[in-house]
């Protein structure tokens, strides 16, 4: 009971609940407020339905409480004590300036409701040198070690919650600023930090069309699954490549129109019965899937292990604002913006050897033309998001 707490905290209680237990767990708050004793067992059920520090009174009376059970302590420091850390933490992170864009603060008000994504672990990754992961990424193609990269700047514009951020700090001996339009996420993240004792990672409260200002050069910027958010794009892009060193590398993540095609189906069934992007309707939208009453029913979206938290389900089907992009247009907007193109990452190696197999003249895998007929021909090939490295042309 108490691991099904810690995975409803975690999933945001996603999950349907009944008249009957609506009204179960209430009565049980109560009894919980009011009763001087501690009852683990009808805490952690509680816990399964209602964040146990939605109530100041359990919040008082299990603060500084310690049980035998190492799990039920787990559950405390899960839904009490971490989310007070988070509020602690709102005070050391700056802003840059007041957010104005109006998409932006619609985007930020989303995450703010709903950081994207929780999330507990993550894997440890051997530190080595930049060019080398880089390397790794855009293989077949290869870019010559570069001493300037010895202790890079490192930008992660759009961090989240700070599983982005985190993972960038298996660049050996760098410095990474994040920075995020949404303060809940920070915090998130920044707690996470702390956690795994990392010592050189900086957050900052920041639109990516603000980042001029910072008066500062990256050797290494990282945006993935951000600009997509953006209105325009293009223009947050030109920002990023704008504040790039001459010598430096961007990686990108943007959404498939090919690859997301279920999706948009799914979304005109949402369009047609109304659903908006609040969590009561996240979870009716998110039952009717599963019962197949959508016709046709979208087996496709089971396969996303976005479709498992109330956050990433807002993410994933009611997001506030989207763009997506076929592979000519990401073409377009590099050449516009002097950028060459140096590789797809693509974590399932044998996509790589399908394509060269495909196309043995392009030995690098660096035709754009190319693999937007590889897209073609397998859509499903970016079901995440395209991602890739870039640089500005010499």
């Given at each position: 009971?108490?691991s099904?707490?810690?995975?409803?905290?975690?999933?945001?209680?996603?999950?349907?609940?009944?008249e009957?237990?609506i009204n179960?767990?209430?009565?049980l708050?109560q009894?919980?407020?009011?009763?001087e004793?501690?009852?683990?067992l009808?805490?952690?059920?509680?816990?399964?339905?209602?964040?146990?520090?939605?109530?100041r009174?359990?919040?008082?009376?299990l603060?500084?409480?310690?049980?035998?059970?190492?799990?039920?302590?787990?559950?405390?420091s899960?839904?009490?004590k971490?989310?007070?850390?988070?509020?602690e933490l709102?005070?050391?992170?700056?802003?840059?300036?007041?957010?104005?864009?109006?998409?932006?603060?619609?985007?930020?008000?989303?995450?703010?409701?709903?950081?994207?994504?929780?999330?507990?672990?993550?894997?440890?990754i051997?530190?080595?040198?930049?060019?080398?992961?880089?390397?790794?990424?855009?293989?077949?193609?290869?870019?010559?070690?570069?001493?300037?990269f010895?202790?890079?700047?490192?930008?992660?514009?759009?961090?989240?919650?700070?599983?982005?951020?985190?993972?960038a700090?298996?660049y050996?001996?760098?410095?990474?600023?994040?920075?995020?339009?949404?303060?809940?996420?920070?915090?998130?993240?920044?707690?996470?930090?702390?956690e795994?004792?990392?010592?050189?990672?900086?957050?900052?409260?920041?639109?990516?069309?603000?980042?001029?200002?910072?008066?500062?050069?990256?050797?290494?910027?990282?945006?993935?699954?951000?600009?997509?958010?953006?209105?325009?794009?293009?223009?947050?892009?030109?920002?990023?490549?704008?504040?790039?060193?001459?010598?430096?590398?961007?990686k990108?993540?943007?959404?498939?129109?090919?690859?997301?095609?279920?999706?948009?189906?799914?979304?005109?069934f949402i369009?047609?019965?109304?659903?908006?992007?609040?969590?009561?309707?996240?979870?009716i939208?998110?039952q009717?899937?599963?019962?197949?009453?959508?016709n046709?029913?979208?087996?496709?979206?089971f396969?996303?292990?976005?479709?498992?938290?109330?956050?990433?389900?807002?993410?994933?089907l009611f997001?506030?604002?989207?763009?997506?992009?076929?592979?000519?247009q990401?073409?377009?907007?590099?050449?516009?913006?002097?950028?060459?193109?140096?590789?797809?990452?693509?974590?399932?190696?044998?996509?790589?050897?399908?394509?060269s197999?495909?196309f043995?003249?392009?030995?690098?895998n660096i035709?754009?033309?190319?693999?937007h007929?590889?897209?073609?021909?397998?859509?499903?090939?970016f079901?995440g998001?395209?991602?890739?490295?870039?640089?500005?042309?010499?």
């Amino acid at each position: 009971i108490i691991s099904l707490a810690e995975q409803c905290w975690l999933n945001e209680y996603l999950y349907i609940q009944s008249e009957k237990e609506i009204n179960l767990v209430n009565k049980l708050k109560q009894k919980i407020e009011n009763d001087e004793e501690i009852n683990e067992l009808e805490i952690a059920i509680f816990g399964c339905y209602i964040p146990l520090n939605s109530s100041r009174n359990i919040i008082d009376k299990l603060l500084n409480y310690k049980s035998s059970n190492l799990l039920f302590n787990d559950l405390i420091s899960v839904q009490i004590k971490e989310p007070l850390r988070e509020n602690e933490l709102v005070k050391s992170i700056h802003s840059l300036e007041k957010i104005i864009d109006p998409v932006s603060i619609k985007v930020r008000e989303q995450y703010e409701d709903n950081p994207y994504p929780r999330w507990r672990c993550i894997n440890k990754i051997l530190s080595k040198d930049f060019i080398f992961w880089l390397n790794e990424e855009i293989k077949p193609n290869k870019i010559e070690y570069n001493d300037k990269f010895s202790n890079p700047n490192v930008l992660i514009a759009g961090c989240g919650t700070g599983s982005h951020s985190v993972v960038a700090n298996r660049y050996k001996n760098s410095n990474t600023l994040a920075v995020d339009l949404s303060l809940t996420s920070l915090t998130y993240a920044k707690r996470k930090t702390e956690e795994l004792n990392i010592k050189n990672i900086e957050y900052l409260h920041a639109d990516i069309l603000q980042l001029k200002k910072l008066n500062k050069k990256f050797d290494v910027i990282e945006s993935s699954g951000t600009l997509h958010h953006m209105k325009d794009p293009a223009k947050g892009l030109k920002v990023l490549s704008d504040i790039l060193e001459p010598h430096g590398f961007l990686k990108l993540g943007l959404y498939s129109e090919t690859a997301r095609r279920h999706i948009n189906k799914t979304r005109e069934f949402i369009k047609k019965k109304n659903y908006q992007g609040s969590s009561k309707d996240i979870k009716i939208c998110r039952q009717h899937i599963i019962n197949k009453k959508v016709n046709p029913i979208n087996q496709e979206l089971f396969h996303h292990t976005d479709f498992y938290s109330t956050s990433t389900v807002r993410d994933l089907l009611f997001h506030v604002q989207e763009h997506q992009f076929t592979i000519p247009q990401i073409s377009k907007i590099l050449k516009d913006l002097n950028l060459e193109f140096l590789g797809f990452y693509l974590p399932n190696l044998l996509v790589k050897e399908e394509f060269s197999k495909s196309f043995p003249k392009d030995k690098n895998n660096i035709s754009l033309d190319s693999w937007h007929q590889f897209e073609i021909n397998n859509p499903d090939t970016f079901i995440g998001m395209y991602q890739f490295w870039v640089r500005k042309f010499k």
